[in-house]
């Protein structure tokens, strides 16, 4: 969901670390509890492509 309608396809691409409704999104995604989420996004930053990949490679990697 866009946070500024003007933004959409960028913002898409990006998990905010500020908007809970996002992390839960995340978390709800990939099983993982709201603090796991969060610290995925702070350590590894918010793009979904890249937290995508990261998720993929620990469960079939």
Do not use: N
């Amino acid at each position: 969901m866009a946070d500024d309608p003007k933004r959409t396809k960028q913002d898409g691409k990006l998990v905010s670390s500020t908007q809970q409704y996002e992390i839960d999104e995340f978390a709800h995604k990939y099983h993982l509890s709201r603090g796991e989420a969060a610290a995925m996004i702070q350590r590894y930053g918010p793009s979904r492509s890249k937290l995508d990949a990261i998720i993929s490679q620990r469960l079939y990697g």
